[in-house]
């Protein structure tokens, strides 16, 4: 059952100031999650809006590289 919504992108990161593009598959391991809980947006879809209607969480690369799942919810 999906849960999650991961966006893949770009992120500044908060490090080294440099851009980097955070992959789909890149993102459910740092966020620890469970592949088939997810369904991965990819950068360039042009159907991505229609998740937004949905009751998913949904996901983003992070600057800081935080990505503890316990405080998703709190930031947005």
């Known amino acids: 059952m999906i849960k999650y919504i991961i966006h ?3 992120i500044i ?8 593009f955070i992959k789909g598959e ?5 966020y620890r999650l469970k ?4 369904e991965i947006i990819r ?3 042009k159907r991505k ?3 937004f209607k949905s ?6 690369p992070k ?14």
């Open 8 to 10: 893949e992108g770009y």
């Open 13 to 20: 990161s908060k490090n080294d100031g440099d851009a980097h």
């Open 26 to 30: 890149q993102l459910i391991k740092l």
């Open 35 to 38: 592949r088939s809980e997810c």
């Open 43 to 45: 950068y360039n879809d």
């Open 49 to 51: 809006h229609l998740w």
């Open 55 to 60: 009751n998913y969480i949904h996901l983003y």
């Open 63 to 76: 600057f800081d590289g935080n990505y503890n799942i316990e405080k998703v919810g709190r930031e947005f």
